[in-house]
């Protein structure tokens, strides 16, 4: 699978961060520990988590199951989805991070 560029994702993840902002929720743009762009979101616990973005999926991510991503094709959706999840508090599930890149993850089930 090829990866787009951290460019282009760092853009998607601008894109997020000012509708993030725009709806009160705090976040910060850095890189996760593989060196790929990420927002640290914090939610109403002050609890924080990765928000990760693959672009070859169109999906912004914060953990590992199917409830735990929402499509990056439209941005305003997706701010409302994460703000509706920090207000509520991040999952137990998404407490264990995957340490990865989404797209390092997928290339371990497809190998």
Known sequence: ????????ER????DLLGALHRRGVSAIAGVDDTGWPCLTVA????????VNVNLSLWWFTWGNGHDER???HRVEDAADRI????EEGWPEQAAVDSGGHLSQDLDEHTS
């Open 1 to 8: 699978m090829e990866q787009p560029s951290p460019s282009a």
């Open 11 to 14: 853009q998607s993840l601008a």
């Open 43 to 50: 939610d109403s616990k002050l609890v924080t988590r990765r």
């Open 70 to 72: 929402v499509s990056s």
């Open 83 to 86: 703000a509706r999840v920090v």
